[in-house]
């Protein structure tokens, strides 16, 4: 039963590659209200249409006082959202109550003054009574405290502030929550009653601040990672206030939100239905695919059904030096912030396989390629951006083309989980059999869930390999571990040596997959660091129709070492290189074929068996 749920679990992953941005499959984050009506009593969201077609906020400018008041009052929604006892049952429709305290706080001429007007802002709530019980900060198995010191802090609220909400935190009931609750059996957030706001006309300052300080409280209240973000989070949020309030259009606004939600430096957060408004906009792309080595974007492959005339001269191997005369380096710098990632490895794989997008028609690209005696080259190629469909484009993959699964030699079996099945793991095994070392290809993102499907055909005895984290809804910011994850051995049994390959297309299941296959005796890892983003995914709106998430659960090794921006460290460093890309060389598949063979196998034979196969048919 614990194995279903977690293959349940790891399953709920999506958006896992650039591939994938119009297929997001949120339907988890459907506002409640939008749920046929039973027999029940309406909601205050259901209730309350005061500011239905518009918050009634228009700014042009805020001066300083206006943000630093800005701040207090998006972190004292925030703490009220999830804490006050009559916001946490359900009573008010807290956007909407949002919009009501703004012009005062907006109107404050100095710090008393915004406090006072959010001490009378929480009056007006009625009184929060002694709870019965009250809920307590479990210490036994606790990863992450809530960050709450500054509630405490007078010099900044103000003595009555302080002590209201205070008085707030120590009266919390235990377990409610209305915006929120926890998906049953795995543990990762579930965002209730969070609204769309779909036809909301833009720009409304109101709702952007709503936007922002829905996205900032789910981080900082519900994140297992928040304490990897990295940036300051409070600045972060002081920082955004003046972006997102006075971005003047609806796609300036979206643009804004892909640059906040990237602060939180989670790859699986993103505003994964705008992502048409990142730059480079456009719809076209030039066909071919473009992979970042030594940190050059290199052409690492053409699309199958490109037309050499739309290709200019452009080749594998050619690294590009300009777009429509703009210096790469220049252009790559003013993208860098609209793409989320967890770490650089995966951002600039994003940012390769976007980077050629704009105008349909002809665009100069400037390259540097090898030339005579391998002296570099320098050319200007006029290309052209086009349409591709789903089957002509290039693959974010990079995996071996061909079939799932095959026999490199007698003595090397070869899977790639990109159109792995699940239900054929004893026959991969079966068909290993006898072999010294089995390759497991996660350059990619798995097909089907094979975490305890193959894994569980891999290892010898009983072998733990993750530990979760999961939030507790009654001290919102806190994370408790939960038991490790473990396999059990199952047959028919895999002997030979077990060797992953990985890199930064390794993203969520696939480094999930990664480190159960990793307890497997003797595997080693092979490649490079992984985009270091797992856990659940736990998806919300943000207002105007921006569909969000975040890692829901924090995803550990047993023993407590992070993933979560680190990725799989590989055990033997395996990359590729301009050279081998030029000659069609897989040089990570070549060093696994080296761990298994040893040295007494020549180059030759192992570049041989590490060329696609596109004749042996599909297995």
Same mark, same amino acid.
């Given at each position: 039963?614990?194995?279903?749920?977690?293959?349940?679990?790891?399953?709920?992953?999506?958006?896992?590659?650039?591939?994938?941005?119009?297929?997001?499959?949120?339907?988890?984050?459907?506002?409640?209200?939008?749920?046929?009506?039973?027999?029940?009593?309406?909601?205050?969201?259901?209730?309350?249409?005061?500011?239905?077609?518009?918050?009634?906020?228009?700014?042009?400018?805020?001066?300083?006082?206006?943000?630093?008041?800005?701040?207090?009052?998006?972190?004292?929604?925030?703490?009220?959202?999830?804490?006050?006892?009559?916001?946490?049952?359900?009573?008010?429709?807290?956007?909407?109550?949002?919009?009501?305290?703004?012009?005062?706080?907006?109107?404050?001429?100095?710090?008393?003054?915004?406090?006072?007007?959010?001490?009378?802002?929480?009056?007006?709530?009625?009184?929060? %009574?002694?709870?019965?019980?009250?809920?307590?900060?479990?210490?036994?198995?606790?990863?992450?405290?809530?960050?709450?010191?500054?509630?405490?802090?007078?010099?900044?609220?103000?003595?009555?502030?302080?002590?209201?909400?205070?008085?707030?935190?120590?009266?919390?009931?235990?377990?409610?929550?209305?915006?929120?609750?926890?998906? /049953?059996?795995?543990?990762?957030?579930?965002?209730?009653?969070?609204?769309?706001?779909?036809?909301?006309?833009?720009?409304?300052?109101?709702?952007?601040?709503?936007?922002?300080?829905?996205?900032?409280?789910?981080?900082?209240?519900?994140?297992?990672?928040? %304490?990897?973000?990295?940036?300051?989070?409070?600045?972060?949020?002081?920082?955004?206030?003046?972006?997102?309030?006075?971005?003047?259009?609806?796609?300036?606004?979206?643009?804004?939100?892909?640059?906040?939600?990237?602060?939180?430096? %989670?790859?699986?957060?993103?505003?994964?239905?705008?992502?048409?408004?990142?730059?480079?906009?456009?719809?076209?792309?030039?066909?071919?695919?473009?992979?970042?080595?030594?940190?050059? /974007?290199?052409?690492?492959?053409?699309?199958?059904?490109?037309?050499?005339?739309?290709?200019?001269?452009?080749?594998?191997?050619?690294?590009?030096?300009?777009?429509?005369?703009?210096?790469?380096?220049?252009?790559?710098?003013?993208?860098?912030?609209?793409?989320?990632?967890?770490?650089?490895?995966?951002?600039?794989?994003?940012?390769?396989?976007?980077?050629?997008?704009?105008?349909?028609?002809?665009?100069?690209?400037?390259?540097?390629?090898?030339?005579?005696?391998?002296?570099?080259?320098?050319?200007?190629?006029?290309?052209?951006?086009?349409?591709?469909?789903?089957?002509?484009?290039?693959?974010?993959?990079?995996?071996?083309?061909?079939?799932?699964?095959?026999?490199?030699?007698?003595?090397?079996?070869?899977?790639?989980?990109?159109?792995?099945?699940?239900?054929?793991?004893?026959?991969?095994?079966?068909?290993?059999?006898?072999?010294?070392?089995?390759?497991?290809?996660?350059?990619?993102?798995?097909?089907?869930?094979?975490?305890?499907?193959?894994?569980?055909?891999?290892?010898?005895?009983?072998?733990?390999?993750?530990?979760?984290?999961?939030?507790?809804?009654?001290?919102?910011?806190?994370?408790?571990?939960?038991? /490790?994850?473990?396999?059990?051995?199952?047959? /028919?049994?895999?002997?030979?040596?077990?060797?992953?390959?990985?890199?930064?297309?390794?993203?969520?299941?696939?480094?999930?997959?990664?480190?159960?296959?990793?307890?497997?005796?003797?595997?080693?890892?092979?490649?490079?660091?992984?985009?270091?983003?797992?856990?659940?995914?736990?998806?919300?709106?943000?207002?105007?129709?921006?569909?969000?998430?975040?890692?829901?659960?924090?995803?550990?090794?047993?023993?407590?070492?992070?993933?979560?921006?680190?990725?799989?460290?590989?055990?033997?460093?395996?990359?590729?290189?301009?050279?081998?890309?030029?000659?069609?060389?897989?040089?990570?598949?070549?060093?696994?074929?080296?761990?298994?063979?040893?040295?007494?196998?020549?180059?030759?034979?192992?570049?041989?068996?590490?060329?696609?196969?596109?004749?042996?048919?599909?297995?």
């Amino acid at each position: 039963m614990e194995r279903f749920l977690i293959a349940l679990a790891c399953t709920a992953l999506a958006i896992h590659s650039p591939a994938q941005e119009a297929k997001p499959g949120m339907s988890a984050d459907k506002p409640a209200l939008e749920a046929p009506k039973m027999d029940r009593a309406e909601t205050a969201i259901e209730r309350d249409h005061q500011f239905d077609a518009s918050s009634g906020i228009n700014l042009t400018i805020l001066s300083t006082i206006q943000i630093e008041n800005l701040v207090t009052l998006g972190k004292v929604w925030g703490f009220l959202k999830y804490h006050h006892s009559r916001v946490t049952s359900g009573e008010y429709h807290w956007d909407y109550e949002l919009f009501r305290v703004l012009p005062a706080i907006l109107a404050a001429h100095d710090h008393a003054s915004a406090n006072g007007a959010l001490e009378d802002w929480i009056a007006k709530l009625g009184a929060v %009574d002694p709870c019965k019980p009250c809920a307590k900060l479990d210490e036994s198995d606790l990863q992450l405290r809530p960050d709450l010191d500054w509630i405490g802090n007078a010099a900044l609220l103000g003595a009555d502030l302080s002590q209201s909400l205070r008085w707030i935190r120590d009266n919390r009931a235990p377990g409610r929550q209305f915006y929120v609750s926890k998906v /049953p059996q795995i543990g990762n957030p579930s965002f209730d009653h969070e609204l769309v706001y779909p036809d909301i006309k833009l720009p409304d300052a109101g709702y952007q601040l709503l936007g922002l300080y829905r996205f900032w409280n789910v981080v900082e209240y519900w994140s297992p990672d928040r %304490d990897l973000v990295g940036d300051d989070w409070n600045g972060v949020l002081a920082e955004f206030i003046p972006r997102i309030a006075l971005a003047s259009s609806a796609d300036s606004y979206r643009r804004e939100a892909l640059a906040l939600v990237a602060k939180a430096h %989670d790859g699986h957060a993103n505003v994964w239905n705008s992502l048409n408004a990142r730059p480079p906009v456009g719809e076209c792309r030039v066909p071919v695919n473009i992979r970042f080595l030594d940190n050059l /974007p290199v052409v690492s492959g053409v699309f199958p059904t490109a037309d050499p005339k739309q290709l200019g001269g452009l080749t594998t191997g050619d690294f590009i030096t300009e777009i429509a005369d703009i210096p790469v380096a220049r252009l790559i710098k003013s993208w860098e912030p609209y793409y989320a990632a967890s770490n650089e490895a995966a951002r600039f794989s994003h940012i390769g396989y976007f980077m050629t997008r704009g105008d349909c028609g002809e665009v100069e690209i400037g390259v540097r390629r090898e030339g005579v005696d391998k002296k570099p080259v320098e050319l200007k190629l006029k290309v052209q951006r086009t349409t591709p469909s789903n089957s002509a484009a290039g693959t974010a993959a990079h995996d071996l083309p061909g079939p799932t699964f095959r026999l490199l030699s007698k003595d090397i079996a070869y899977l790639k989980l990109s159109s792995v099945k699940a239900g054929e793991g004893a026959h991969y095994v079966e068909q290993s059999a006898g072999t010294k070392g089995l390759i497991i290809d996660i350059r990619n993102y798995p097909s089907s869930f094979m975490v305890f499907a193959l894994g569980s055909l891999l290892v010898d005895r009983e072998a733990q390999f993750a530990r979760f984290t999961s939030s507790d809804l009654s001290n919102p910011g806190a994370f408790h571990w939960t038991v /490790p994850q473990s396999l059990s051995p199952q047959q /028919p049994h895999y002997f030979g040596k077990v060797v992953i390959l990985v890199d930064e297309t390794s993203m969520s299941q696939a480094e999930y997959t990664a480190m159960a296959f990793r307890s497997a005796p003797g595997a080693i890892v092979v490649g490079s660091t992984t985009a270091g983003t797992d856990g659940n995914v736990s998806p919300f709106p943000l207002p105007g129709d921006l569909r969000a998430m975040i890692s829901g659960l924090g995803v550990f090794y047993p023993d407590k070492t992070p993933t979560q921006r680190i990725g799989i460290v590989p055990n033997v460093v395996a990359r590729p290189t301009i050279a081998g890309i030029r000659a069609g060389r897989d040089e990570v598949l070549e060093e696994a074929l080296r761990q298994i063979l040893g040295s007494g196998t020549s180059t030759a034979e192992i570049e041989k068996m590490a060329q696609p196969a596109d004749a042996v048919p599909q297995q």
